[in-house]
């Protein structure tokens, strides 16, 4: 079956220290990847994207993500934290389906807090 | 500015009423999607339209109803025999369904609370 699984629900760090939010799907090809962002009660925010050009994507907001095959991970990173980072983080897999159309599978989320 | 607005952000119902969340985007997409979010999980997908007159059920239909007669507009009713109805809804808009075209914006959302 296809899925992502984000390894950590809660993560925490202080301002100005790196970021590590881990992700690792499974497919039977190399799929689409992506990281949304989403604050208290809003939508979701693209962070980036990968779609099998260079596996070190870099995204908004100084955030980056590597995709390693040989790990099936997809791991975003960012070298120092701000108070502003501090939101629910989601690692979503684009599944190209027979029937013609991509499907997005959701990861259960990272909740991100930074502290001063 | 185009992108996609979720009326209202809190809507709160006495259960076993139908309630009607509303999606508009004036990004020109052709695809539109709903999505349910509950607490700790991630994105489950309800209903989606390719085009307009044209729906699909996702993952999690039971309970619920769209309609697509224009272009912008995708509004998803919540009805009384979905069992637990109170979630974040979201909507979200791409210009296709497949490749490249397939990339998702999101709307703020709309929080229902039925009791």
């Known amino acids: 079956a296809q899925s992502v699984t984000q390894l950590d629900s809660h993560v925490s760090v202080s301002e100005g220290t790196p970021v590590l939010l881990r992700c690792n799907y499974s497919?039977?090809?190399?799929?689409?990847l992506f990281w949304y962002v989403q604050h208290p009660n809003k939508g979701l925010q693209l962070l980036l994207k990968y779609t099998s050009a260079a596996t070190l994507v870099k995204g908004i907001n100084g955030f980056e993500a590597e995709f390693k095959k040989s790990e099936t991970s997809f791991h975003l990173t960012k070298p120092s934290a701000h108070m502003s980072d501090a939101a629910e983080y989601f690692c979503v897999v684009s599944l190209f389906f027979s029937g013609g159309y991509n499907k997005l599978i959701f990861g259960a989320g990272t909740r991100l807090a930074v502290h001063p | 500015d185009g992108g996609i607005t979720q009326s209202p952000k809190y809507l709160f119902r006495k259960e076993g009423q139908n309630v009607t969340l509303s999606c508009e985007q004036n990004?020109?997409?052709?695809?539109m999607y709903w999505y349910r979010q509950d607490p700790g999980q991630g994105l489950r997908l309800i209903y989606y339209?390719?085009?307009?007159?044209?729906?699909q059920k996702g993952d999690i239909a039971e309970g619920y109803s769209v309609s697509r007669e224009k272009k912008e507009s995708f509004p998803l009713t919540v009805t009384s025999a979905q069992k637990n109805p109170t979630a974040f809804y979201l909507c979200?808009?791409?210009?296709?369904?497949?490749?490249?075209?397939?990339?998702?914006?999101f709307g703020p959302g709309t929080r229902l609370t039925v009791t």
């Open positions: 979200a808009s791409s210009k296709g369904l497949a490749g490249d075209l397939h990339e998702q914006y």
């Open positions: 497919s039977s090809y190399s799929p689409s």
């Open positions: 990004l020109n997409h052709d695809a």
């Open positions: 339209s390719q085009i307009v007159n044209d729906f």
